[in-house]
């Protein structure tokens, strides 16, 4: 037997195990992703109910969304929620340099940094609520310091509920982020730094012209994964606010799983699901269009 039919007999037996291994994972995807997504596109076009019968309706849902001032308005704040992203990244890469040394004890703060990404909402809920309640320890401290004449309910007030909220997501996802950007330092050549500080770039030059462009793949990737996630936002806006006070922090998420599990217009709410799938889309498309080829290895 020669070599050639070893190893494309080793290369079909390798494949089939990884398929092997990848089976349960893909059947969970077809159940509880792709099934749902494909069923809800047919179900968008009916008034669906679960005693009575289903009706079609045709484009009537979309109509109707269009003309929602709370979908309307939950849309917004999805979208000023965008306003996070860019500061998530330049945070996280920032953090990511910090910790990107071999000092004594920095493992210890790589741990601080990811502990909130670990730790559940509902804890999180928590903590942030007693610190931004009316007597809690953020309003002492800006009125201890003279920043404050009265004191706030910060997840109360129309004027600072949702900034506030978009804090506490950016606070808790900054960890995350940093952790796949200090993967991506430390697989770039330590040569190319060491060379530009030799041609005489100081420290910020040398992260601006060389970490920066070369951590590029890594800025795309978590932009869009970041992107994505700010759209959908939900655990905290329905732990702390429930999208009050009114509808000043209602996002769209929340509004689709009012319609569907709260109210029972699972046509309509697919509807909505499907609106908001398509302007997720769109910004991605943006975000493809507008990325540089960069990293260690062009991609």
Do not use: H
């Amino acid at each position: 037997m020669n070599k050639t039919s070893i190893f494309s007999r080793f290369g079909k037996t390798e494949a089939s195990i990884a398929w092997l291994f990848m089976t349960p994972g893909l059947i969970l995807l077809v159940l509880f992703v792709f099934w749902p997504i494909i069923y809800s596109l047919p179900l968008a076009l009916t008034n669906y109910s679960i005693i009575g019968e289903t009706e079609f309706v045709g484009f009537d849902n979309f109509k109707t969304a269009f003309q929602d001032k709370s979908f309307i308005t939950s849309l917004i704040n999805s979208l000023l929620y965008v306003i996070v992203v860019p500061f998530i990244q330049i945070f996280s890469i920032l953090m990511a340099i910090l910790v990107n040394s071999n000092v004594k004890g920095i493992k210890f703060f790589r741990t601080a940094y990811y502990i909130p990404v670990v730790t559940s909402m509902v804890a999180v809920a928590l903590i942030w609520g007693w610190l931004l309640s009316q007597n809690g320890v953020v309003n002492y401290i800006l009125s201890s310091v003279g920043l404050m004449e009265e004191r706030i309910t910060w997840l109360s007030n129309k004027n600072t509920a949702l900034w506030t909220l978009m804090f506490i997501t950016m606070w808790k996802g900054l960890g995350y982020y940093m952790m796949i950007y200090l993967a991506g330092l430390q697989s770039i050549p330590k040569d190319l730094v060491e060379a530009a500080m030799i041609d005489g770039a100081n420290r910020w030059q040398s992260i601006r012209k060389v970490t920066i462009p070369l951590l590029k793949p890594y800025v795309f990737f978590c932009s869009l994964i970041s992107l994505m996630a700010a759209i959908r936002v939900f655990d905290e806006v329905f732990i702390l606010t429930q999208g009050g006070p009114g509808i000043t922090t209602l996002t769209s998420s929340l509004y689709i799983y009012q319609q569907g599990f709260q109210k029972f217009n699972f046509g309509y709410s697919s509807a909505l699901g499907l609106i908001v799938s398509v302007l997720i889309a769109a910004l991605s498309i943006i975000i493809f269009r507008f990325n540089q080829k960069g990293g260690v290895n062009p991609y």
